[in-house]
């Protein structure tokens, strides 16, 4: 066992192995159609999963690393800013990237897209779900656009991964942490659209 919980990468493959086996075997034995209602159990899962890394992370920036930096003496900073937070970047831009994709592959795959998207304005039949998840949808797209197009290029000007001006550095690091305080704004109303949809309107 010690030999699974060792290797974080061992830990990853073994979980996941047990997840497939655990659906598998409700799909041989319990009785799950797998058809077109498996996959859609399939990307929501993998929604949540990519979801709870990218919205997990964005709380970690603003509930611990953003809060707690003053409190770190100045010869410690660096490996924050060397070592643990670039690699937490590159996770929460690709949890925010894959959150979002999976949340379209979803709606497709439901096929209630452009029902949500137009936030059921243009549906043949409104009904409120449609603008309920559709105000999720997009509160995840901004916040993925704040991601990648305005919190990730000033991190990489305030952590030094790409060259800049001494002074351009603690104004990117505000830029970055202002937005990304946006996203913690916009996060627990996009996460009651998007947890609760389904619960409310059935």
Known sequence: MAAILTNLRTTVHVSILIAILLVASYVLWGGVDAG???????????HVVAGIMWI?????????QIPNMPNIPDEQKPAIGKV???AA?????WGAAF????????????????????????????TPQYSFIGIGMWL????AFNVWFVIWPNQKIALGIVEADADAKPKA?????????TNTLLSFPMLVAMSMAQTIFG
């Open 56 to 64: 997990g992370l964005l709380w970690y920036f603003n509930f611990v």
């Open 36 to 46: 077109p209602a498996l996959w859609q159990a399939i990307a929501r899962w993998t």
């Open 84 to 86: 643990i937070a670039p």
């Open 99 to 126: 959150t979002v994709l999976t949340g379209l592959i979803i709606a497709a795959l439901r096929g209630y897209m452009v029902e949500v998207l137009s936030l059921g304005l243009i549906a043949d039949v409104y």
């Open 173 to 181: 690091a505000r830029t970055a942490m202002l937005f990304s305080r």
């Open 140 to 143: 995840a797209l901004i916040m």
């Open 89 to 93: 970047l590159f996770w929460f831009r």
